[in-house]
């Protein structure tokens, strides 16, 4: 989990990072799929320009976007993702 903090990071940057290491073309699976979550308006209107400038550049996709609700860690084998990964 990326956990964000406003005074080190705009908002804007981690979507940066995000779209550098998500694949838009997705899973068929369902809980493999990538998506957005935002807390106000704000951080809304910045992920849907953000996603039209990454749809300009790579094409049509479907990303879903939705407000932030409850959130539930997924099993201990499913974190730290990348560092396993890299071994």
Aim: proline share 3%.
């Amino acid at each position: 989990m990326v956990q964000f903090d406003p005074e080190r990071t705009s908002y804007q940057q981690m979507l940066e990072v995000f779209w550098a290491n998500v694949s838009v073309r997705g899973s068929p699976k369902t809980q493999y799929k990538s998506a957005i979550w935002y807390h106000d308006d704000e951080q809304k209107a910045v992920i849907e320009q953000s996603m039209a400038e990454q749809q300009k550049r790579k094409g049509a996709f479907k990303m879903d976007v939705m407000p932030a609700t409850q959130w539930w860690d997924a099993e201990g084998y499913h974190q730290k993702y990348y560092a396993k990964r890299r071994r």
